[in-house]
Nanobody
Framework: QVQLAESGGGSADAGGSLRLSCAAS??????????RGWFRQAPGKEREGVAA????????YIADSVKGRFTISQDNANHTVYLQMNSLNTEDTAIYYC??????????????????WGQGTQVTVSS
């Protein structure tokens, strides 16, 4: 079993930055070589994949909607994955979830590929 805990959410002005953290506990052998992803869900919208990283090698995958503004990174020693969000705009307002799942070729941004989920953290961007 894997437990995931997000932190770092909050409020920001448009154009500002936030960094989210996702700490893993439990089966850290699993999380040391797997896909760790960030997803977000805005009110009335489907949950969408934002970014993912393969913790076994560091390959990253970024959704087109945030490419050039968001980056994903990891601290394997602390089983933590980060999402750095820059140039925020109001459309980035959502609950952000981190997730962990097995790798199939690469790391998918589809929620169906992820088994473990955190509780989510709210990000609100105001204009």
């Amino acid at each position: 079993q894997v437990q995931l805990a997000e932190s770092g959410g909050g409020s920001a002005d448009a154009g500002g930055s936030l960094r989210l953290s996702c700490a893993a506990s439990g089966d850290t052998y699993y999380t040391s070589s797997t896909c760790r992803g960030w997803f977000r869900q805005a009110p009335g919208k489907e949950r969408e994949g934002v970014a993912a990283i393969y913790t076994g090698g560091g390959a990253t995958y970024i959704a087109d909607s945030v490419k050039g503004r968001f980056t994903i990174s990891q601290d394997n020693a602390n089983h933590t994955v980060y999402l750095q969000m820059n140039s925020l705009n109001t459309e980035d307002t959502a609950i952000y979830y981190c997730a962990a799942g097995l790798r199939y070729g690469g790391c998918s941004l589809s929620r169906s590929r992820y088994k473990y989920w955190g509780q989510g953290t709210q990000v609100t961007v105001s204009s």
